[in-house]
RNA sequence: GGAGGGAUGGCCGAGCGGCCGAAGGCGGCAGUCUUGAAAACUGCAGUCCGGCAACGGACCGGGGGUUCGAAUCCCCCUCCCUCCGCCA
C-alpha cells in the first residue's frame, strides 16, 4: 500500500513512477481528492467530538453541584454528538473508498528498474554457464535436446496421467527416483540456507501453515486483486498460498518489532497452488506450469537500509544453488512494466531448458520497499525513538519444478541416463545416475 | 461438535459509568554510583491520525448498541485456554 503521505507530498513524482507501469494519472489525482475530502470530514468529526467530551464532564459537575444548568448542557453534547455522528460517518466512507483503491493500486516501481512495458523490454544482467564459455544453444547435443516429459516417462520419475487422474490437468504426481529426487533438492537448499551463513547471519528455517486467512493474503498483496488466481474454501474461508512469502510475511503482521529482531531472515519449503485462471494450454506440458509444486523460499523483513543487501544476498543464493547443479541460467533486471503489482525491483532468475529450447523463471527476487510492510503493519522501533515501516524482500531459491525439468534435459546422457549432480547425491541415497 | 473461562500498553497484570490513556511490575532509555559491568537509587518514555506548532482526536481482541459521558453496561463475531466427544 502506498503512503499517502507520499502521496500529499509528491503526486505528480508518484504519478510519473506509477506511469511507467502503464497507470494513468487520473488514478493518482482521485487517491489525492479523497485523502483531502477524508481529512477535512475527519477535522469536523474530532472538533465535534472536543466539544461533546467538554460539555459532557460540565454535565457532571452542574449534576453533581444540583445546578439546574444540567439540563441545557446536556441537550447541547447531545446536538454537537449528533453532529459527530455524521462527520463520522462521512469520514469513514471516504476512508473505506480511499483503502480500497490504495489497496488496488501497485507499487512504484524504483528509479533503477529498467523502463519497458513488458518481458520484452528485461534486461539481461548477467548469463552464467557451467563451461564459462558464452551461452550457446547450439552447443547443447542431441541427447540433451529431449524434451523433460519424455526423459520423465523413459525413466518412470513423472505420472502426469495418473496425477490428472487424481486432480486434473496440471497436477503433476512424481514418482520413485524422481519423487526422492524433488524431496532431495528440498533438504539440500534448506540445509544450505539454515548452516552456510553466506555474507550474513544463517536463515531460519520455518514450517507454516499453507491454508491462511483473507488477512494473511492481503497483506503481501495477492487479495484482493488477484483473487481469481487463488484457490478458496469456501466453507471455511481460507485461501491455498501461491508461495511461502504470503505466512512467511504475515508472521510478523501487525507487530512491532525491535531494531535487534531485524533482520528477521526466514525459510521455508511449501507446496505452492495456482488456479493459472486463463493460462489454459499456455506451456502447460510437463513440469513448465502447475496447479501445486514444491518450492524453497527466501524471506526477510528489515529496515530501509538492510533490504538492498538481503535481496542480493537471496539472489546470490538462488544464483548458487543453480551453479551447483550445474545448470545454465540468467539473471533479469524486470522492466516497470513487467513488475509484479507489489514490488519496487524484481531480478528473475531463469534456467535453460534444452530440451524446451527456452528459458524457464524459477525464481523471482524482489524488494517491496515497505508497501507490503505497510499493508501488513509491520513496523520497528528506530534509534533514537520513533517507529518505521518495515521493508520486505524475498526470493525463491528455488521452485523445483522447472529446475527438476531443466536438469533432466540438461544432464541427460547419451546412453539416455541422467547424470544427478554431486550436490544432491547425499540426498538421493548416493544415486549418480537416473536411468 | 458440546460445556465453561478468558482477551487491557513492547511483555505481564490491576482497573467503581465521569477525577482512566489507563495503577503496579518487567523490559527499554538517560543519569548517579563503579576502573568497567551488575546491583541499588533518580528521572524519562505508549501507539496511531490531523496540525508548522500550540493543540485536537482515536486506540483497553473486532463490530454494533445504550448513555450527556463506556476499558467498565447490553448484543454479535473472532481468537485463546480448560473439560467432554471425535481423531492423523
Redesign the pocket.
Known sequence: MLD??RL?ADPDGVAAALARRGLDRSEVAKLVELDAAA?AA??E???A??D??????E??AA??AGDPAADR???E??A??EQAGQAEARA?ALDEELRRLLLVTPNTPDAAAPDGAGPEDNRVVRTWTPTGVPFNEAAYQACQRVPHWEVAAQHGLLDLERGAKLSGSMFPLWRGAGARLLRGLTSWALDRHTTDPGPGPVWEEVRPPTLVKTATMVATGHLPKFEDDMYHLERDDLWAIPTAEVPLTSLARD??L?AADLPLKLCAYTPCFRREAGSAGRDTRGLLRSHEFDKVELMAVATAEQALGLQAEILARAEGLLRELGLAHRILDLCAGDLAFSSMRTFDIEVWSPGVGAWLEVSSVSWYGDYQARRAGI?H?VEG????VAHTVNGSALAWPRVVAALLEAHRQEDGSVRVPPPVRPWVGGLSRLG
Open positions: 499517502v503521505r500529499r481529512r475527519a477535522q468529526r474530532d472538533e467530538r472536543a461533546v467530551k467538554r460539555l459532557s464532564k454535565v457532571g449534576r453533581k448542557l446536556q441537550g453534547s447531545r454537537r454528538g469513514t507487530e512491532l525491535d513496523r522501533r525513538g520513533g517507529t518505521a
